[in-house]
């Protein structure tokens, strides 16, 4: 094996353990703005690792491989903005934990709260 | 909108054709001369055409000085996902979930809306920090491990360090 | 020894696309749906790269990079729907 295999190889199996762990959260977490934290991290650096990794086993790939990276970067947090700002909206709220309700939710002054509403999907 | 002089047109034409000629010889991968004459001719009638669409900057921003600090920008950025990384990691592995969310709100110095958009995106790959909403100059983060909801202390906590070189490069 | 790290990759990514569509199919609330949405397909990109690895086929990295930019396209254009400003 060359050092470029055991480079790529390593970063394949960080990838796919990140990729799997961002999956997890998107399994356990309690609301979906948690989950939206979990889920665009953790898959965002996975994909990233795993696709660097095949760019370097495939040396001649790597610059196809770099425009996948930058746009999977710059594209995963737009998207998980806009469907935490939909969310928000639509009248789900942040789940909050700790006792101070009312100062733990700063974004109420732009959207106020209506009666949080039941959905069927 | 004002109307733009005559550098300002030059400088983001200049500036859309670089970067769309970067972008294309990265999706070919080969430097034959019919491939780059092809991608010339079409990256500039793109960047012709658009330029009132992409209003990000002028030329300034290829002076090398603006370009070690993009490339700087990028060493902080890379080091603030694999931290964001290994602390979502160590939530979503843990049995308990140690979470504790909630929305914060702070303000920024940043003028244009393009620097604002890349300052939102760092911050919702930085550890444990997701941006909701920009009205203005304030930013709605939501916070999986709030420790303060005092604006100052959370701009300090979340943003300083991007900030700091962001303002360098716009 | 490649083939050992492949085959640990693609059941690691199998399991997550398992736990994705689990939470796609008991999401309680639209959001949530799309949320598990998204993931299934930046899972999805990154097994076709790694399907063109293993096929040596270059073209397979285009069909990755199109399928990330149609994802991405519509998990905005379901958002701005559910905003309601669509």
Redo the contacts between chains.
Sequence with gaps: MSIMEIIGGILIIIGSIFLFLGALGIYRMPDIYNRLQAGTKATTLGAMSLILGVGFLEPSWMLKSLVLIIFIAYSNPISSHALARATYRRGHYPLILSDDKENMDAYQEVVPHEKEKEEKV | MQALTLNQKLGRFIVNWVFLMLLWIMFTSTFAAQELIVGGLLTMIISLLSIRLFTCCDLSLLSPVKIFWMVYYFGVFLVALIQANLDVARRVISPSLPINPGVVKFKTKLKTNYSKMVLANSITLTPGTLTIDVVGDTFYIHWIDVQTTDPEKAFTEIAESFEKVLLKIF | ??TY??Y???S??A???I??A??FVKG?????????L??LT??G??AL??L??VFQR?IY??V??VY??LG?IG??VI??Y???AL
């Design positions: 020894m490649m790290i492949i640990i990759a693609f690691l990514m399991l997550g696309m736990m994705s689990i939470r309680p609330t639209a959001g949530d749906r799309v949320v598990a998204d993931t930046t899972i990109v990154s790269v790694l063109a690895y270059f990295v285009d990755a990079l990330a930019v991405f998990v905005i958002a701005r559910l905003e309601g």
